[in-house]
C-alpha cells in the first residue's frame, strides 16, 4: 500500500500531541527535573509544524512554507536546550531568541523575498541537525558507568534524527520518499519523546530514593545529634540556656497578618505589646555553666529569678531580637548588660540560631559570654587611644577596620557613613577617589589607588597626603604581631604653611636680588626689561605654573599717554607679539589696566581678550598697571 504524504503528516501530528501531553502531566508532579519546559515547547512547536505542514501541502502559499520551516528550525532548537539544561548546563533564553530570530529572518527571506528551496533548507536544517547531533553526543558522553539511566539511548535518537534533519535538502525533492522521511521523522520524534519521558521517569525515581535515603540518614543522624547536643549542653563551659519562642513566633505572625510592617515602630510605640512578647518567653532549662555565671545554686532558683538577671537596656536587646526574627536573619548576636542573682553587673555577648522553620521555635539554644573583663579593657584601651594627640586607626589581619579615635574619625571626614568595622581597606581608598577627598587623586583616580595599595603592603612607611580641604597630614603605618596594620595620622597643616611661605619668600628674596643686580648693570633699557621678565617669571615661585610675560611701556602720541608698546616679552607666541606690539589704552586687558589704572585679572580667554587669534591656548593672567607719581608708565601683564 503505497503511504501519501499528508497521511504522514497527520499521523506525526497525532502522535506528536499524544506525547506532548505526556510530557506536560509529568511537568506537573512534584521533582520535575530542568529542561521539561524546553522539550515542551519544542514538542508544541513539532505540533503547530505538523500542522502548517498539512497547511502547506493544502495550499503551496509561501506564507505556510515559512511559517513551517521557522517552527522546524526553532523546535530543533528547543529540544536541544532542554537537553542541555537536563544535563546540568546553563542555557540562556537570550541566546535562544537570537540564534532563532537569525533562522526566522532566514527562513522569511528565502521563502517570501527570494524564493528558493536549497537556499533556505540547508542552512536551517544544517543548523537543526548539528544542534541535535552534539546533544546526542553530550548524552552519550554523560551516560553513567555501569548505570542504566537511558542516557545512551537517548543520545542515539538525538543523533540518529539529526543526521535525519542533515539528508531532508537532497531527499525531499524526491517525490516517491517524501511520505517515508516524514515517517522516519515521526518515529525518530516518537521514540525520542518516549526516551525523554524514560530518562525524566527514572531521574525522578532517582531522586525520591536518594530523598528517602536521606530522609532515614537524617533521622538517624537527628536522634545521634540530639544525644550528643544534650552532652554537649549539660557539660559545655560557655553558659546555655533552651528557650521556647514557639509562643513569640505565633505573635508575630498575627501581627504581620493585621499589617504590621514596621515591627521596631509598632514596639517602640507599644511598651504593653513588649511586655507581652518577654512574658511568651519561656527557658526550658539551663547548663551548669549558666548556674555558675548568674551564681544560682539550682535551675529553678535562677528560673524563679530569670527577670532579675535582666540589666540595663534589655527591653532594647529584647527588641532586636525580635526583630531579628521578623526580618528572617540567619543569627542573632548582641552585648546585653546583665546582673548576677547578688546583683552584680555582668557584660555579655548573647547569641543564637534563628530557626528556618516554626517547629524549630519550640527549641532554640541560647549561648551567653561573660565579656566584662574584654570591656573593661577595651574601654582601657579606648580611653588611651582618645588621650593620644595624633589620629589613631587598627586594622585586622585581613586589612578590615577595627578602631579608631576620634582625631582619626574627624581627619576623614567625606567617609562617616562606610567608616564602620569590617570596612575593607580598599573599599575605603576607592571610596575616597570616587568623592573627590583627595585632590592628588583627581583626575588619575585608578593609578592613585594602585599607589596607594602598594604602599600600604610595606608598613614602617611615612608619606604625606593632603585632604580637600587643604589639611595636609603626615601619615604612618606600622605593622602588627598578628598581621594587622596600624595607622597613626599627624596634621602637619601649619608647617607646609610654613614651608610654602619660607619658599616663597626666599624665591621672592632671590628675584628681588637679581632685580637688583641687573638695575646696577650698564644694560640698555630694554635689554634690562627683557632680563627683568624673564628673572621674575623664572624666580618667582608662584610666577613659575605658567611662565609668560610682558612690559609695555606707554608712549606719548599727541601729546597723551595713550599708547602701549610692547618692549619686553618671554614665552609670548608669535603671532600675539605682532598683534601686541602696539596696545591703544583701554583696549584689551592691558589696556584697561593702563586707563583705569587698576590689576586686571582673567582666567580664561573670554570676549573681553579683544585682542586675539584663531587657535589661542586657554589661560589667565594678571596685567598690572606701573603708576609713579600718579602717572602710568606701562603694563606688566603674567
Known amino acids: 500500500m503505497e503511504l501519501s504524504l499528508p497521511t504522514a503528516v497527520i499521523s506525526a501530528f497525532i502522535g506528536s500531541s499524544v506525547l506532548l501531553m505526556a510530557l506536560i502531566y509529568v511537568s506537573t508532579t512534584p521533582g520535575a527535573p530542568k529542561g521539561l519546559s524546553w522539550w515542551i515547547a519544542g514538542m508544541a512547536m513539532s505540533c503547530i509544524r505538523f500542522a502548517t505542514v498539512y497547511w502547506v501541502l493544502a495550499t503551496r502559499l509561501p506564507a505556510a512554507i515559512f511559517v513551517a520551516e521557522s517552527l522546524q ?48 533548507a540547508i542552512p536551517l536544517y544544517f543548523t537543526s541537525g548539528v544542534l541535535l547531533i552534539l546533544v546526542g553526543v553530550a548524552f552519550l558522553r554523560a551516560q553513567p558507568a555501569g548505570q542504566r539511566s537511558g542516557y545512551a539511548l537517548t543520545g542515539i535518537l538525538f543523533m540518529a534524527w539529526g543526521l535525519h ?15 517515508y522521511g516524514f515517517l522516519i521523522a515521526m518515529v525518530l520524534l516518537m521514540a525520542l519523546a518516549i526516551s525523554l519521558l524514560v530518562i525524566v521517569q527514572r531521574r525522578m525515581l532517582h531522586v525520591t530514593e536518594n530523598e528517602i535515603r536521606e530522609r532515614q540518614e537524617a533521622e538517624a543522624a537527628l536522634s545521634a545529634s540530639e544525644k550528643r547536643f544534650q552532652r554537649l549542653f549539660e557539660n559545655s563551659e560557655v553558659s546555655l540556656r533552651n528557650e521556647d519562642f514557639s509562643q513569640v513566633y505565633n505573635a508575630l505572625k498575627k501581627l504581620r497578618q493585621e499589617g504590621v510592617e514596621d515591627l521596631r515602630a509598632y514596639l517602640m510605640e507599644n511598651e504593653q505589646a513588649v511586655g507581652e512578647l518577654i512574658g511568651k518567653v519561656k527557658v526550658l532549662n539551663v547548663n551548669k555553666a549558666t548556674l555558675d555565671l548568674f551564681g544560682a545554686e539550682d535551675e529553678r532558683a535562677l528560673l524563679e529569678n530569670i527577670q532579675s538577671s535582666f540589666g540595663p537596656g534589655a527591653r532594647d536587646v529584647f527588641i532586636d531580637e525580635l526583630c531579628a526574627i521578623w526580618d528572617g536573619q540567619a543569627v542573632f548576636r548582641s552585648e546585653a548588660a546583665l546582673r548576677t542573682l ?10 543564637f540560631q534563628i530557626p528556618e522553620t516554626e517547629q524549630g521555635f519550640s527549641s532554640i539554644p541560647v549561648s551567653i559570654i561573660d565579656i566584662t573583663e574584654r570591656t573593661r579593657a577595651h574601654n582601657l584601651l579606648r580611653d588611651a587611644i582618645e588621650s593620644l594627640g595624633e589620629g589613631f586607626s587598627l586594622w585586622d589581619k585581613d586589612d578590615r577596620f577595627v578602631l579608631c579615635n576620634e582625631k582619626y574619625w574627624c581627619s576623614m571626614a567625606g567617609l562617616e557613613d562606610i567608616l564602620k568595622p569590617g570596612l575593607p581597606f580598599d573599599e575605603m581608598i576607592r571610596a575616597l577617589a570616587d568623592r573627590k577627598l583627595r585632590p592628588q587623586a583627581l583626575g588619575r583616580e585608578d593609578e592613585w589607588i594602585k ?23 603626615e601619615v604612618h603605618e606600622f605593622g602588627t604581631s598578628d598581621g594587622g596594620i596600624v595607622t597613626v595620622r599627624n596634621d602637619i597643616t601649619d608647617r607646609k604653611l610654613a614651608e610654602s611661605k619660607a619658599q616663597r619668600k626666599a624665591g621672592e628674596e632671590l628675584a628681588l636680588g637679581n632685580l637688583l643686580r641687573l638695575s646696577i648693570g650698564n644694560s640698555a633699557i630694554i635689554d634690562y626689561l627683557q632680563d627683568s621678565i624673564e628673572t621674575l617669571l623664572n624666580s618667582v615661585p608662584w610666577l613659575n605654573l605658567l611662565p609668560s610675560g610682558g612690559i609695555f611701556l606707554a608712549e606719548t602720541v599727541d601729546g597723551e599717554k595713550n599708547i602701549l608698546r610692547l618692549v619686553a616679552h618671554h614665552n609670548f607666541d608669535a603671532r600675539l607679539v605682532d598683534l601686541c606690539a602696539r596696545v591703544p589704552n583701554g583696549k584689551c586687558h592691558c589696556g584697561k589696566a593702563a586707563l583705569t589704572r587698576q590689576v586686571q585679572y582673567s582666567s580664561c580667554v573670554n570676549s573681553a581678550h579683544e585682542i586675539s587669534y584663531e587657535g589661542i591656548e586657554q589661560h589667565g593672567h594678571y596685567n598690572v598697571p606701573i603708576l609713579h607719581d600718579g602717572a602710568v608708565l606701562g603694563v606688566i601683564v603674567f
Open 73 to 120: 528550525v526553532m523546535s530543533a532548537i528547543a529540544l536541544a536546550a532542554g537537553g542541555l539544561e537536563f544535563l546540568g548546563r546553563r542555557v540562556s533564553k537570550v541566546h535562544f531568541a537570537a540564534v532563532s530570530a537569525v533562522a526566522v529572518a532566514w527562513a522569511a527571506y528565502t521563502t517570501l523575498v527570494y524564493p528558493d528551496f536549497l537556499l533556505r
Open 165 to 179: 534533519k542533515l539528508d531532508f535538502p537532497f531527499l525531499r525533492p524526491v517525490q516517491w520518499f517524501a511520505p
Open 342 to 351: 547578688d546583683g552584680e553587673n555582668l557584660d555579655a555577648t548573647i547569641s
Open 451 to 473: 599607589e596607594r595599595l602598594e604602599m600600604r603592603g610595606k608598613p614602617g612607611t611615612s608619606f604625606e597626603i593632603q585632604t580637600v580641604d587643604g589639611t595636609w597630614i
